[in-house]
């Protein structure tokens, strides 16, 4: 009897489980057909965005850059002055130290766990499943006031603190239009929360324009897709 029972529960979670990966896939497919289709989200090998920050009622113009090798700048206006904030070449990660104004290196940890996410533009969800990632679809919840599919991608594992740690995201989907509202990743201890809004068209392609990481709310005012980028942006910044 028990037996039997065994077969009967293994036999219900293999049809069950084939079905919520499908699910997964469908709600993937209908986002990326939602928000301009997966050929055209290919297509892209680059975008510019240019955004205000408040931090603590002071606004901020910040430019983002992003390249299809996974290069990556934020450049700041600060009193006057503008400076590049964080950068990414696809193999150097370098920030400016605010206090002596100068470039310094990323710690190989941080530049490593970088290089990881470099395949991901400009959506992690594009082929996954050449790049090694899983999704689960999680079932209904409700974020930001809105009824969401919940799914949960799993990348390639970060180092943190020298102990290799899973990489998990938990994307939710507004079920209406199938676009992502909040994103929340876990590695290891690290915990990141993005909410997305107000989605507009540039070039046949949607994007959000309003963003939130936890109180830093980001608005972005203009995207440029396949800009021209200013050679060595994101390099390291050769010594004077």
Same mark, same amino acid.
């Given at each position: ?79 006057? #002055?503008?400076?590049?904030?964080? /950068? ?26 970088? #290089? %990881?996410s ?11 499943? @050449? #790049?090694?990632?899983t999704?689960?679809?999680?079932? #209904? ?5 809105? @009824? =969401?599919?919940?799914v949960? %991608? =799993? ?8 102990? @290799? ?12 239009n ?9 590695q ?32 972005i ?9 200013? /050679?060595?942006l ?7």
């Open positions: 009897m028990n037996i039997l029972k065994s077969l009967i529960v293994a036999l219900i979670i293999a049809i069950i489980a084939p079905t919520q990966a499908q699910t997964a896939d469908e709600i993937i497919d209908t986002y990326l057909e939602n928000t301009g289709g997966k050929e055209n989200w290919k297509k892209l090998t680059g975008t510019k965005m240019v955004a205000q920050v408040n931090q603590g009622g002071m606004v901020i113009p910040v430019t983002i850059y992003s390249g299809n090798k996974g290069e990556q700048a934020v450049v700041i206006e600060l009193q006057g #002055k503008t400076m590049t904030q964080f /950068a990414f070449d696809g193999e150097t990660m370098w920030s400016t130290n605010f206090m002596t104004m100068k470039a310094e290196k990323s710690d190989k940890e941080t530049t490593d766990n970088m #290089k %990881l470099s395949n991901d533009f400009p959506n992690p969800f594009i082929d996954y499943k @050449e #790049k090694g990632y999704v689960e679809y999680l079932g #209904k919840e409700t974020k930001e006031g809105a @009824e =969401t599919f919940k949960q %991608l =799993t990348m390639e594992p970060v180092s943190v603190n020298g102990v @290799e740690s899973p990489s998990i995201s938990y994307y939710y989907f507004e079920t209406e199938y676009v992502p509202i909040l994103i929340e990743t876990t290891g201890d690290n915990k990141t929360s993005i909410t997305m809004s107000d989605y507009q068209e540039v070039d046949g392609l949607y994007f959000p324009f309003s963003m939130s990481q936890g109180p830093q709310p980001i608005e005012k203009e995207i440029v897709l396949n800009p021209e980028i200013e /050679a060595g994101f390099a390291f910044p050769a010594e004077k």
